[in-house]
């Protein structure tokens, strides 16, 4: 799916662009700090900003892998084949109803924080809350994907 692949690439080049910069800023306030005894007033709130939008999308590239993410199955694996299908897109499905209630209560939240800035740097809040919005949305559309091919399969086989 083409849409999948550029999720997965875009995901992967900003997480490793934004670890980088992290890497990068958190190594020369401790060079700044400690050799030279100049911090930099700005370094901790960007690197916690780009630690919660790596983590976010990080998580969000999990949920897009074939493994997924780490699952207790040992009730569902005791579940015989045809209604664990069942199990499986009730699970699924679950999943979309969760990851759609948080988008919409994440949402309300980034454009209600979105007049306030933060500290140092005064970008708006807006900017750090957004991941969660983001990838919920993400996160929702995988699993409404993951239903639909579970869904196809269960008809299929009846």
């Excluded at 930099?40 to 900003?49: C, V």
């Amino acid at each position: 799916m083409l849409f999948e692949k550029i999720v997965i690439r875009t995901l992967r080049i900003l997480s490793f662009m934004m670890f980088v910069i992290m890497i990068v800023v958190v190594f020369g306030q401790v060079i700044l700090r400690y050799f030279f005894g100049a911090p930099l007033a700005w370094s901790d709130e960007l690197s916690r900003l780009l630690l919660v939008w790596v983590s976010f999308m990080g998580v969000t590239l999990v949920h897009y892998s074939d493994a997924g993410h780490p699952a207790v199955t040992f009730l569902v694996d005791k579940i015989p084949c045809k209604p664990r299908e069942f199990v499986d897109v009730m699970l699924n499905l679950l999943m979309v109803v969760c990851f759609v209630a948080i988008f919409i209560v994440s949402l309300k939240y980034t454009v209600n924080n979105h007049r306030f800035v933060s500290a140092v740097l005064h970008y708006p809040n807006s900017i750090k809350y957004a991941v969660v919005p983001f990838a919920m949305a993400l996160m929702a559309i995988k699993s409404m994907d993951r239903t639909i091919v579970d869904l196809k399969k269960l008809v299929k086989k009846r």
